[in-house]
């Protein structure tokens, strides 16, 4: 591929919105130049962005895939990474990965779960993923390893309710850091979230339903280097489904703004998933734009939620080459029209996007 240049673009950086206009060029799916408009990009191709506005390609911290079609979906909105919290067989999510089309992936393979919890009883949940002993939960954490995975999914629930209990979670901690793996637990109620703060877990993903996080915990998950992926979209359309008053958004709503205030580092994540059974269908792509906006009412600016599913993303998963718009990264881009650092809608309004230099289809309305 010859170089290409997007020129005279307003852009987000994975960090901040830079002043002016830019011009931004890549070849080889690697961005090599970044420099003001007008200042002698590389010859090649040219794409004019008047208008327009580039950013990183997202990050969906938390999918699921059951279509080989899916990862192309997301790269259609402009999700050009996905981090897989729970897909299987194995040998599914490496053909995925195969294809090379669409969202780049990584993945945690099948999740760890109790003996006794809601995940037991899925239909086709894999036996070795069910553990009820600390040596159980590291013979399973060698076995993912064995697969290739990037990160160790267990699904916590709140002590008594089947899931790992505390020196089960441990022992998953301990395992997946001895294999230099990132912990990312599924936390859906408060006294998850205890365990898994107790546990050591590095990243929290969902945010409960069930009553507010109180100011103890708060304060344990924002200094003590944890990450959450609250996943608004799901937990909202979980509570819309259950109609349970004793389950509400305003709790996960709540959390967020909470940990938001006291410095917590959150993370764009959606759920995204069409599995039979689970409580809320969310849509691979058009959701990321919704947590999006979803991540603003509850109290993160704009460019807050641009940094959630872009460098803050990247560095909370080590994903060191992507991100940012700079020299050297991956050339995974968005260009949207407006300004979606003053107005978040913004993100939905998209012009192109680049998947590792790829042009990639963009979705049809129809798709939304």
Same mark, same amino acid.
Request: with cysteine; charged share 20%; aromatic share 2%.
């Given at each position: 591929?010859?170089h ?46 008047? =208008?327009?506005?580039?950013l990183?390609? *997202? ?23 996905? *981090? ?15 294809? =090379? ?32 002993t ?74 409960? *339903?069930?009553?507010? *996080?109180d ?65 809320a ?10 947590e ?23 560095r ?6 992507? =991100? ?15 300004d ?29």
């Amino acid at each position: 591929m010859t170089h290409a240049t997007l020129t005279d673009v307003a852009a987000f950086d994975g960090t901040d919105r830079l002043e002016g206009l830019w011009d931004v060029s890549f070849e080889k799916g690697v961005i090599t130049h970044v420099g003001e408009s007008g200042t002698n990009p590389p010859a090649g191709q040219r794409i004019d962005g008047t =208008g327009a506005t580039l950013l990183p390609g *997202l990050i969906d911290a938390h999918v699921h895939f059951l279509d080989p079609e899916e990862p192309g979906t997301l790269a259609g909105f402009g999700v050009t990474t996905a *981090l897989d919290m729970g897909t299987w067989p194995a040998a599914f999510v490496s053909a995925l990965r195969a294809a =090379g089309t669409g969202a780049d992936i990584r993945s945690s393979g099948a999740p760890i779960a109790g003996t006794g919890g809601t995940h037991a009883h899925i239909p086709g949940f894999p036996a070795d993923s069910l553990v009820g002993t600390a040596d159980a939960a590291r013979r399973t954490v060698a076995a993912r390893v064995g697969q290739g995975v990037d990160h160790i999914k267990p699904i916590l629930e709140r002590p008594g309710a089947g899931g790992p209990d505390l020196a089960t979670a441990t022992a998953v901690v301990e395992a997946a850091h001895e294999a230099g793996l990132r912990v990312v637990a599924h936390a859906g109620n408060t006294a998850a979230y205890a365990l898994a703060a107790e546990a050591g877990i590095d990243v929290l993903t969902h945010a409960p *339903l069930d009553a507010d *996080l109180d100011h103890e915990l708060v304060q344990a998950l924002s200094g003590g280097g944890h990450v959450v992926v609250p996943t608004l979209t799901m937990m909202r359309g979980t509570a819309r489904a259950i109609g349970n008053p004793a389950l509400s958004y305003d709790h996960a709503r709540d959390a967020v703004t909470a940990l938001h205030r006291a410095g917590a580092t959150i993370v764009a994540g959606t759920d995204a998933n069409n599995a039979p059974g689970v409580p809320a269908a969310v849509p691979h792509g058009s959701s990321l734009h919704d947590e999006l906006g979803l991540l603003v009412e509850a109290g993160l600016s704009p460019v807050e939620a641009l940094r959630a599913a872009t460098g803050v993303a990247a560095r909370a998963f080590g994903l060191h080459d992507r =991100g940012g718009i700079r020299p050297g990264l991956r050339a995974d881009l968005l260009l949207v029209a407006g300004d979606p650092c003053t107005d978040i809608a913004a993100t939905r309004e998209i012009r192109g996007v680049r998947a590792a230099g790829r042009a990639v289809e963009r979705a049809r309305p129809g798709n939304e």
